[in-house]
């Protein structure tokens, strides 16, 4: 079946101005996540989605950073008043119950560059 | 808290050769331990995993046991490709959590013919 999928592949944006990056994960996985993958702090987690309630949001860096799932389907990532240090690509992983052995199946990314 | 230290690279090797990639943790509990792997240009990929100590997992001729004692996950390869040049990353799942994964900094591994 179809893996992670995000979009868009690509955002180059100006400093200040707010972005959405989307993910849609596998069909019937419950468990959604967010990191951000940068060279100076490598993977950090964001956030972490059980159906449609995110009980761990611990990893979002400010008040800037916001998500939502809805359906228990597809999620999207809003960063508000972009600034250069969020330059970084930011990954979407899901996995079939948010267990800590479970596999989780990562997104190709969103690389995000903020001008 | 929970944290994973990997060794630094870049680790090059030539092909054939044996391959180790240390990896450390501190962790509360009993986390769940994992290898990825990110080939150049894709996206990152479960390579093996161990939920239990004393579990090996393997694949794809990598392996890495799970060692409560020395509170490591040290992966392994007996001989290595020039497939295999990537960056690894050793990750660790806490059972106390929500699932999230906390990851090394990663080890990039180039292999030469």
């Known amino acids: 079946g179809a893996g992670v999928s995000q979009s868009p592949s690509n955002k180059v944006t100006e400093k200040g101005k707010d972005v959405e990056l989307r993910c849609d994960p596998i069909?019937?996985?419950?468990?959604l996540y967010w990191y951000r993958q940068s060279l100076g702090q490598g993977l950090e987690f964001l956030i972490y989605?059980?159906?449609?309630?995110?009980?761990?949001k611990s990893g979002l860096p400010s008040d800037r950073f916001s998500a939502e799932r809805t359906g228990g389907s597809v999620s999207t990532l809003t960063i508000q008043r972009t600034q250069q240090e969020d330059s970084a690509v930011y990954l979407c992983?899901?996995?079939?119950?948010?267990?800590?052995?479970?596999?989780?199946?990562f997104g190709p990314g969103t690389r995000l560059t903020v001008l | 808290g929970n944290s994973v230290t990997q060794m630094e690279g870049p680790v090059t090797l030539s092909e054939e050769a044996f391959l180790t990639i240390n990896c450390t943790y501190t962790?509360?509990?009993?986390?769940?331990l994992f290898w990825y792997v990110q080939y150049p240009g894709e996206g990152l990929q479960l390579l093996l995993k161990?939920?239990?100590?004393?579990d090996k997992g393997s694949n794809k001729g990598f392996e890495a046991t799970y060692r409560k004692e020395t509170t490591s996950f040290h992966l392994e390869k007996g001989s290595v490709q020039v497939s295999d040049s990537a960056v690894y990353f050793c990750?660790?799942?806490?059972?106390?959590?929500?699932?999230?994964?906390?990851f090394g900094q990663g080890t990039t591994l180039q292999v030469k013919p």
């Open positions: 161990a939920t239990k100590a004393d």
């Open positions: 989605f059980q159906g449609n309630s995110a009980p761990d």
């Open positions: 962790a509360t509990g009993y986390p769940s």
């Open positions: 069909s019937g996985h419950t468990a």
């Open positions: 992983a899901s996995s079939l119950a948010g267990l800590a052995g479970d596999t989780q199946y």
């Open positions: 990750a660790l799942s806490d059972p106390s959590n929500t699932g999230k994964l906390i």
